[in-house]
């Protein structure tokens, strides 16, 4: 067996993420185009067009994803906010100011796709359902933790802040996820769960082809911001200002 | 799309428009990072990272 191992805590030094993030971002940036072509290829190709919907389910095929990924990375920045604020760690909160906009792109992508979805479906493109109003409370959350860290010039008190903000604002994520079950509403109840698929093996492979797609594009972009805050922040920190003369 | 193009291509396409949106300000906004904090040289010539060499401390 081997007795190397690798030092993780090392990479929680800007310094030492830095150059190893840029390494990544190719390789992500490839895996995320090639898993959109063959998601939206099998999606619109492979898969059945639905009896009861039509061709109008397609929709999904990029609506579950992105209401996935707005509260993955939800929870994600969460986590990131409260290492960051717990253990004074300096990149801890610089991902989760990093995650917080493409969480909000995704979740508004949620709410846009879920009423183009809910028109045809529902008759309507807005009702008040709770699981509709509890992901519109997530998107003002992702707002309010930007707008947030916007407002204070001091980034490490903008952190903490914003970590208050992302922590309380966490109950919600389970709200969403469990609101088809507890209360009575319009939103259909899940897609999937670990014991049954409520869907042809067609759409379901389309469905989390494009999720996955959606994971790695998340973090193509989420390291590539990543980046760019620490080079604003850290400009002059010796170890970058060493590196860059 | 059998009458339901407005939807489906409309969700496709403020999806496309959203994450190729947030793609390009990424891209705008490592420019100007690039005018006020120019590309650190973290590279050996053969291609290794010198992390042996910057600060372990968080």
């Known amino acids: 067996m081997s007795t190397r191992r690798i030092n993780w805590y090392k990479y929680a030094a800007p310094a030492n993420f830095y150059p190893i993030a840029?390494?990544?971002?190719?390789?992500?940036?490839?895996?995320?185009?090639?898993?959109?072509i063959i998601g939206l290829y099998?999606?619109?190709?492979?898969?059945?067009?639905?009896?009861?919907q039509g061709e109008s389910y397609r929709i999904?095929?990029?609506?579950?994803?992105?209401?996935?990924?707005?509260?993955?990375?939800y929870v994600l920045m969460a986590v990131y906010a409260g290492l960051g604020w717990a253990f004074n760690a300096r990149l801890g909160s610089m991902m989760a100011t990093a995650i917080s906009t493409t969480g909000a792109i995704f979740t508004f992508i949620s709410l846009v796709t879920g009423s183009l979805w809910?028109?045809?479906?529902?008759?309507?493109y807005w009702v008040w359902d709770a699981r509709m109003t509890s992901t519109l409370i997530l998107m003002f959350l992702y707002i309010?933790?930007?707008?947030?860290?916007?407002?204070?010039?001091?980034?490490?008190?903008?952190d903490r802040a914003g970590a208050v903000l992302a922590l309380v604002g966490l109950i919600n994520v389970p709200i969403i996820y469990f609101s088809?079950?507890?209360?009575?509403?319009?939103?259909q109840g899940a897609t999937f769960t670990a014991r049954s698929f409520k869907m042809a093996p067609s759409m379901l492979s389309a469905m989390l082809i494009l999720m996955a797609a959606c994971w790695m594009y998340s973090i193509a972009v989420v390291l590539v911001r990543?980046?760019?805050?620490?080079?604003?922040?850290?400009?002059?920190?010796?170890?970058?200002?060493?590196?860059?003369? | 799309m059998g009458g339901y193009g407005f939807y489906v291509w409309g969700s496709y396409g403020v999806t496309l428009v959203l994450l190729g949106g947030e793609v390009l300000m990424l891209l705008k906004r490592r420019r100007?990072?690039?005018?006020?904090?120019?590309?650190?040289?973290?590279?050996?010539?053969?291609?290794?990272?010198?992390?042996?060499?910057?600060?372990?401390?968080l």
């Open chain 2, 32 to 57: 100007a990072v690039a005018r006020i904090a120019p590309e650190p040289k973290l590279q050996t010539p053969n291609g290794k990272f010198e992390t042996a060499m910057v600060s372990d401390k």
């Open chain 1, 60 to 73: 999904i095929f990029i609506h579950v994803p992105a209401a996935w990924m707005g509260m993955f990375l």
């Open chain 1, 118 to 124: 809910g028109r045809p479906a529902w008759g309507v």
């Open chain 1, 180 to 187: 088809v079950q507890w209360w009575n509403t319009l939103h």
């Open chain 1, 42 to 52: 099998v999606g619109f190709f492979v898969a059945p067009t639905d009896f009861q």
């Open chain 1, 226 to 245: 990543v980046r760019c805050i620490i080079r604003e922040r850290e400009r002059e920190a010796p170890w970058l200002a060493e590196a860059v003369a």
């Open chain 1, 22 to 36: 840029g390494k990544m971002i190719p390789f992500f940036t490839v895996v995320t185009v090639l898993l959109f």
């Open chain 1, 144 to 158: 309010g933790f930007i707008s947030l860290q916007a407002s204070i010039d001091d980034s490490r008190r903008a």
